[in-house]
């Protein structure tokens, strides 16, 4: 599988076409497969499609809780358009999903996490990033389970935000979702993210060339 970067969206050519979840086949608007730098060091995973990126296709776009993550994107640098853009200008940076599609009345069941399990699998494996950022509970279970020593009922969201863990081959900052975080909160991330940022943080294991 080869990336084409001359596409932020969908830049491993994913199945556009996806049915291997028969029920959200029937609900989504679109598959939102992953987007951004196929270079980036940070490599940011969400639960599943909000409404926005349902219909545009392109993860954490077209509503009030892809807006609120990008604008964290844009204050650390990582994000050169405006927040409420539908295809925003990532550098450094990579948005995905446990799940591709979206169930407007349910959160994605284990199965259909398991079944989009390879699509993620394959973008951290290309894209090889420093820093994974679970963003939600769901997603820092998952993220967590698979790439860290840390037993999954040690790891907590509130608590773990915007905390450096030690993960096999990368280091884990998990981020409560976006529209749950108070004001304090996305501060206190910003912060920590932007101190992680200005250190050397490419420690974890070689990297190729940029």
Do not use: W
């Not at 990336?3 to 049915?19: I, T, V, Y």
């Not at 407007?104 to 990033?129: F, H, K, Q, S, V």
């Amino acid at each position: 599988m080869d990336a084409n970067q001359e596409e932020l969206s969908n830049p491993f050519g994913m199945d556009e076409d996806c049915r291997n979840c028969p029920e959200l086949c029937e609900t989504r608007s679109s598959i939102a497969h992953g987007y951004g730098d196929v270079g980036a060091d940070f490599l940011f995973v969400g639960e599943m499609p909000g409404p926005g990126a349902d219909e545009t296709g392109v993860p954490f776009t077209g509503d009030d809780a892809g807006r609120q993550l990008l604008e964290i994107l844009r204050r650390l640098g990582l994000c050169g358009s405006p927040a409420d853009s539908e295809d925003p200008e990532l550098g450094n940076a990579f948005l995905t999903y446990l799940t591709r599609c979206r169930h407007p009345d349910r959160a994605p069941t284990d199965e259909e996490i398991g079944n989009c399990e390879p699509y993620l699998n394959a973008e951290i494996r290309m894209i090889n990033p420093e820093i994974l950022v679970p963003i939600g509970e769901r997603a820092l279970e998952a993220i967590g389970t698979e790439y860290t020593t840390t037993p999954a009922d040690e790891l907590d969201i509130v608590e773990d935000h915007g905390e450096r863990i030690r993960g096999r081959g990368f280091e884990l900052v998990p981020m409560i979702a976006p529209e749950e975080q108070t004001d304090a909160q996305t501060q206190a991330f910003v912060e920590s993210f932007a101190e992680l940022m200005a250190t050397d943080y490419r420690q974890t294991k070689g990297r190729r060339g940029r």
